[in-house]
């Protein structure tokens, strides 16, 4: 583990259209001590020619390949051949503020956490802001996670460098894989704390999972009975609050 060094982790399936806004994002940072593992996920479309054009010109930028095996699988292959004593996930089509890291770090040592998270924009597929921002709680503890995922995927940041390195579940079929992963992070102190500040872009999809709602909500459900191992009332109130927060956050798509 290199001490100060951010291994952020992209999974990217067929996602030519968007990594090289993302990649560019990562570039941008002011922090720079970090590394970027981008792993291909079985991709048929041109998405390895447009990486390894970046990785032949910046070293910090690594680049794996497996065959298709979901969003988790290649998460993990990512988090396995990490070197940082950060661990970041940023998905192929997401973007980040200049001072995400910078910013993030500074949280972190401020709140002497192992786990911050930060508010967002929501983006379009064509990079248009849409939706009101996703201003984040100033603080959760395993509690608040038990009935919603309060950190959006992007926004999370990790130092494995006193609990080691956090795992995601691939046996949940890279469905709820990241809130499974920021709970159980989050259980490690039992709390985490959201930076106010809007530090990230997060991009909403017509056919990505949050854009199909009637097979979210089964998901979900199954989340609460089957992971969380809660009864029939408290996952379908659960459900209920999961739901009224989801209307208000993506209200029009």
């Not at 290199?2 to 999974?11: E, F, R, Y």
């Not at 200049?98 to 929501?122: G, H, N, R």
């Not at 709602?213 to 999961?242: A, E, M």
Request: hydrophobic residues 35%.
């Amino acid at each position: 583990m290199t001490k100060g060094l951010v291994s952020i982790i992209t999974p990217c399936y067929n996602g030519a259209k968007y990594i090289s806004e993302t990649i560019d994002s990562v570039l941008a940072q002011t922090y720079t001590d970090w590394e970027m593992i981008i792993i291909d996920d079985g991709s048929k479309d041109n998405s390895a020619e447009i990486v390894r054009d970046y990785v032949e010109k910046d070293s910090r930028i690594k680049f794996l390949q497996q065959e298709n095996a979901g969003s988790a699988a290649a998460r993990n292959n990512g988090i396995r051949n990490a070197d940082g004593q950060y661990i970041a996930l940023l998905d192929a089509d997401d973007l980040w503020e200049p001072s995400f890291l910078q910013e993030q770090i500074a949280f972190m040592t401020e709140k002497e956490a192992v786990c911050v998270y930060c508010s967002y924009k929501c983006i379009d597929e064509n990079g248009n802001e849409i939706l009101a921002p996703v201003i984040c709680r100033p603080e959760i503890t395993t509690k608040n996670m038990m009935v919603t995922n309060y950190i959006g995927c992007l926004s999370g940041l990790y130092d494995c460098s006193k609990h080691g390195k956090v795992y995601l579940k691939e046996e949940l079929k890279s469905l709820r894989d990241d809130y499974a992963y920021w709970l159980d992070i989050v259980k490690l102190e039992d709390k985490a704390y959201g930076n106010q500040k809007l530090l990230a872009r997060y991009r909403v999809l017509a056919n990505s999972t949050t854009g199909n709602k009637k097979k979210l909500i089964k998901k979900q459900y199954r989340f609460y009975r089957d992971y969380l191992k809660l009864g029939v009332f408290k996952s379908t109130v659960n459900l209920i609050r999961w739901g009224l927060m989801g209307l208000k956050k993506y209200k029009g798509i």
